[in-house]
């Protein structure tokens, strides 16, 4: 709680250094001391924190008569002239601020989009990736030779004999993970490329807030593909 002095309206008080300023006075349970006004809170104004700064400035009576604070939002730069005499304004010093926020703002959602690619491939087949790749072809194989029953390809026998089905079913559950896989690879590609894309041309933070939205709902749609929280 802070208070008002209203002798010099000098701000701000607490009641600790109220009671410290007056030892000898005795103050009720629920402070309240003569010559103090509380003064209510307010929210502080929304501001941009890459140009300006809010600070609290004098209280001020509100319609109901009560001490309130007040804000005032400043700029973070003021206008100066370099060594070459050369002035820069606030707007200017603003403007680059801006630019040299939102460029590292960006680089930050292309980064983060690979690595959240990488996370979801290392998500799926881990360092896997031959095997998979070696089970899918002798998969493919075996099911244009027309499914024989000998030979089976290890792979796919491998399959069969841990989830105890047929090598039939074993080669198409292996061909139906790998279509699947191939499918969310390919879209993971094609969003991955276009979200960087329009983040490195995104000309304001609203327009990359809108890629970093399209990229994280791609992302999600494509985890739930892949059967993926």
């Known amino acids: 709680m802070a208070y008002i002095k209203l002798f010099d309206l000098?701000?701000?008080?607490?009641?600790?250094?109220?009671?410290?300023?007056?030892?000898?006075?005795?103050?009720?349970?629920?402070?309240?001391a003569d010559g103090y006004e509380w003064v209510f809170p307010t929210p502080q104004p929304t501001y941009d924190p890459i140009t300006q700064s809010v600070r609290e400035t004098?209280?001020?009576?509100?319609v109901l008569n009560k001490y309130e604070q007040r804000w005032e939002i400043v700029s973070l730069f003021q206008e100066y002239v370099d060594e070459n005499n050369i002035t820069h304004t606030v707007v200017e010093q603003e403007v680059a601020a801006v630019a040299t926020n939102l460029s590292a703002?960006?680089?930050?959602?292309?980064?983060?989009?690979?690595?959240?690619?990488?996370?979801?491939?290392?998500?799926?087949?881990?360092n896997r990736q031959s095997e998979y790749e070696l089970a899918e072809r002798e998969a493919a194989a075996y099911k244009t030779a027309g499914y024989p029953t000998s030979?089976?390809?290890?792979?796919?026998?491998?399959?069969?004999?841990?989830k105890?089905?047929?090598?039939?079913?074993?080669?198409?559950?292996?061909?139906?993970a790998a279509s699947g896989w191939r499918s969310a690879q390919?879209?993971?590609?094609?969003?991955?490329?276009?979200?960087?894309?329009?983040?490195?041309?995104?000309?304001?933070?609203?327009?990359?807030?809108?890629?970093?939205?399209?990229?994280?709902?791609?992302?999600?749609?494509?985890?739930l593909s892949l059967g993926l929280k």
Not at 191 to 218: F, P, T, Y
């Open 164 to 176: 105890g089905v047929t090598s039939t079913a074993a080669c198409d559950d292996i061909l139906s």
């Open 10 to 32: 000098s701000y701000p008080h607490t009641e600790r250094s109220i009671r410290d300023a007056n030892p000898q006075t005795s103050y009720p349970a629920l402070f309240k």
């Open 105 to 126: 703002k960006k680089a930050e959602l292309i980064k983060q989009i690979d690595t959240d690619t990488d996370t979801l491939i290392q998500a799926v087949i881990g």
């Open 58 to 62: 004098a209280p001020a009576l509100s």
């Open 186 to 223: 390919a879209a993971l590609r094609a969003n991955r490329l276009l979200c960087k894309q329009q983040a490195a041309g995104a000309v304001d933070m609203g327009a990359l807030s809108a890629s970093r939205a399209q990229w994280m709902g791609d992302l999600e749609t494509i985890k």
């Open 151 to 162: 030979p089976v390809p290890p792979s796919v026998k491998s399959w069969a004999d841990a």
